[in-house]
Structure formats: structure tokens, C-alpha cells
Nanobody
């Protein structure tokens, strides 16, 4: 069974920084894309950033220039460096692993982490 474990959320003042980490564990053969989504109260879950196993990245327009996504394929871990945080970045951030091939399954699966709260407030 594949699990995603997130860490790094918390409370930060506007203009501050946080780094989120998400490690995928289990008998994993390969993971295509790993990424971060967020969901604020009363809003739909939205893509923040994702990165493929080859290193291609995609970032939401609202975070370009402030957030950076990176990945350690050997550790099946993805990171989200968040700088210049704004109150509107407040949300639960969810890690996602897409097209995961692992033992026990013939077809690839998609997995979600449990979510980590990020609150930007003075």
C-alpha cells in the first residue's frame, strides 16, 4: 500500500516562508508526476504546482515567482518552497502522486496525502 506523508505546514506571518515535504512510501516502482494542491474554506481544491519524474514543472499563476517545487526521485519525495506568503495562500495543502506503479497492482494509481494546514496571518 502506498502512503503519502506530508510535513512542514504551520502558521507564518505575511511575507514569510515555509517548506512543505511529502514522502511517498511503499513498494513503489515509479511515480510519474508529484504535486501540491490546496483547498481554502468554501473553495474548490486547486493545483498549486506539480513536477514530473523528468523535472518538468507547472505552477499556478498565483504562485509563480514565489513558490518553487522540487523533487528527489530516489527518495520519492516532493518539496514545495513557499516564499513571500500572502494571507490568500491560507489553505489545507495536499500532496498528490499520479500514475504510481507499485507492487500488488497491475495498473497505475493516484494517491493523496492527508493534508497539512498552512495559515498566513499576522
Amino acid at each position: 500500500q502506498v502512503q503519502l506523508v506530508e510535513s512542514g505546514g504551520g502558521l507564518v506571518q505575511p511575507g514569510g516562508s515555509l517548506r512543505l515535504s511529502c514522502a511517498a512510501s511503499g513498494s513503489i516502482f515509479s511515480i510519474n508526476a508529484m504535486g501540491w494542491y490546496r483547498q481554502a474554506p468554501g473553495k474548490q481544491r486547486e493545483l498549486v504546482a506539480d513536477i514530473t519524474s523528468g523535472g518538468s514543472t507547472k505552477l499556478a499563476d498565483s504562485v509563480k515567482g514565489r513558490f518553487t517545487i522540487s523533487r528527489d526521485n530516489a527518495k520519492n519525495t516532493v518539496y514545495l518552497q513557499m516564499n513571500m506568503l500572502k494571507p490568500e495562500d491560507t489553505a489545507v495543502y495536499y500532496c498528490n502522486a499520479d500514475h504510481v506503479r507499485s507492487s500488488g497492482y497491475l495498473s497505475p494509481h493516484n494517491y493523496w496525502g492527508q493534508g497539512t494546514q498552512v495559515t498566513v496571518s499576522s
